[in-house]
């Protein structure tokens, strides 16, 4: 069947074995595209949320031990039902901080200049976030961040080359922190190559999940990675600000943390109140302070349908999604000078699509205007992401009907060329 047409993405639609859980989402009337971003609400993380608000209601501060889900063991909890997610045993991940919290958290940890090595190995395409926390604490240890925060060059401006990474693993190097999925195109690092890289260098390596989590399945533990954060609110969908991700291979466990806080504590000494810390012997001491109750409870809700869905489904039609959408681009807007600046091959392009085109700001607009809802990342890319556990075939052949119509009657031309101040 010819797959530009209607029939086939209905039909595509009829034979998806995750359809049932679209029904879960509380859907907007718009077509969502920026579940990498900000994934939408579900009915169970909704559901959990009112819980830990109920217990607050009805228990008071017994919720922290009698809770429906007891928020003292919450983190924990959470930690357990994500590592399947990341490839890790339960005791290897924590939920707590947010992303650059975390990053903070890990390379106070890890970043432990000694001798020759002081420096630390990064990417020019890397998040901002990332780039300023790392500064950060290169500075904290005395070092200048621009001698001593190397970031890898990317030769397209779109991708990373792991020869390039691999070549910029010197031995100055100590730390390297790398995003498993870059935010703009989509690519997929190698990671189980480069923590091998790392490793028979002599250099400590942990990435940033952001855009991986959720989206396909990783193997932190069984590539070695020795580090891993992300934040919970993108493919997860564990609603805006919702708490981060933390992963520490259990060869470190015992490390003593790089930013302590009582939270870090093994569970059963922590209120004795000491004033020397007994850290958690796992991932557990990574934690610092409280943690943020009514922005982790949703994730449970999330957490317990992804689980039932499996990582290996969502990515299978996640690819499908993708590779459909690319497949249309290229059918449908030759005319009009898109490129598309993601991976063709499966195995290296993540769960969002980066489609480049100069007007890209004021296409973004007129996409909203028409009730699609992308997002935009200056200079000039739109980011769409349809997502496994609630996008259509159908709303993906839609975004390409209206873009097409967008670029034909010039609709874009009435909008300034400009970001809005959060794109
Ligand atoms: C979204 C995102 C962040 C955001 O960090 P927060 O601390 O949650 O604000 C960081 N890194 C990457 C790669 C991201 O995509």
């Not at 009829?14 to 900000?38: A, C, T, W």
């Not at 933390?246 to 930013?259: D, E, I, P, Q, Y």
């Not at 489904?313 to 000078?337: C, F, G, N, P």
């Not at 993601?342 to 909203?368: M, V």
Request: glycine share 8%; net charge negative.
């Amino acid at each position: 069947m010819d797959s530009a047409s209607l029939k086939y993405a209905k039909q595509m639609d009829s034979k998806d074995v995750l359809h049932k859980y679209r029904e879960e989402f509380y859907l907007l009337p718009q077509i969502y595209m920026d579940g990498n971003s900000l994934g939408l609400l579900s009915k169970r993380a909704e559901k959990t949320l009112l819980d830990s608000l109920q217990d607050w209601k009805e228990l008071g501060i017994e919720g922290w031990t009698k809770g429906r889900q007891p928020w003292y063991y919450f983190s924990e909890k959470l930690g357990s039902l994500l590592a399947p997610l990341v490839g890790a045993s339960a005791e290897e991940v924590m939920v707590t901080g947010s992303t650059t919290v975390n990053l903070h958290q890990l390379a106070a940890t890890f970043y432990q200049p000694s001798g020759k090595k002081t420096k630390i190995l990064a990417d020019e395409l890397t998040f901002p976030s990332d780039l300023y926390a790392l500064q950060s604490q290169l500075s904290l240890k005395g070092f200048n961040p621009e001698t001593h925060l190397v970031c890898v060059k990317s030769r397209d401006g779109r991708f990373l080359n792991e020869e390039d990474i691999i070549e910029a693993m010197t031995d100055d190097i100590a730390l390297i922190v790398l995003p498993t999925i870059l935010y703009r195109s989509g690519q997929i690092l190698d990671m189980k190559r480069l923590t091998e890289e790392a490793h028979r260098r002599g250099i400590l390596i942990g990435f940033d999940g952001c855009h991986s989590v959720g989206a396909i399945p990783h193997s932190f533990s069984d590539w070695d990675v020795d580090f891993a954060y992300w934040c919970n609110y993108k493919h997860l969908n564990g609603g805006p600000g919702s708490v981060g991700g933390l992963f520490v291979n259990k060869k470190h466990f015992g490390k003593k943390a790089g930013l302590a806080g009582w939270f870090g504590s093994r569970k059963d000494k922590q209120f004795d109140m000491e004033h020397t810390l007994t850290q958690a012997p796992d991932a557990g001491a990574y934690q610092i302070g409280t943690p943020h109750v009514l922005s982790i409870a949703p994730i449970l809700g999330s957490l317990e349908m992804f689980n039932e869905a499996g990582i290996e489904a969502i990515r299978q039609k996640s690819l499908q999604l993708t590779q459909y959408l690319m497949e249309l681009i290229d059918i449908e807007l030759s005319d009009y000078h898109f490129y598309i600046g993601s991976p063709r091959e499966d195995a290296q392009r993540g769960g969002h699509i980066s489609l480049e085109h100069k007007e890209a700001a004021r296409i973004c607009k007129s996409l909203k205007e028409f009730g699609i809802v992308p997002d935009f990342r200056a200079p000039n890319i739109i980011r769409l992401a349809p997502v496994a556990l609630y996008s259509t075939f159908e709303e993906v052949w839609k975004v390409v009907q209206i873009l097409k119509d967008i670029m034909k009657e010039k609709h874009y031309e009435k909008f300034p060329n400009e970001r809005e101040v959060v794109a």
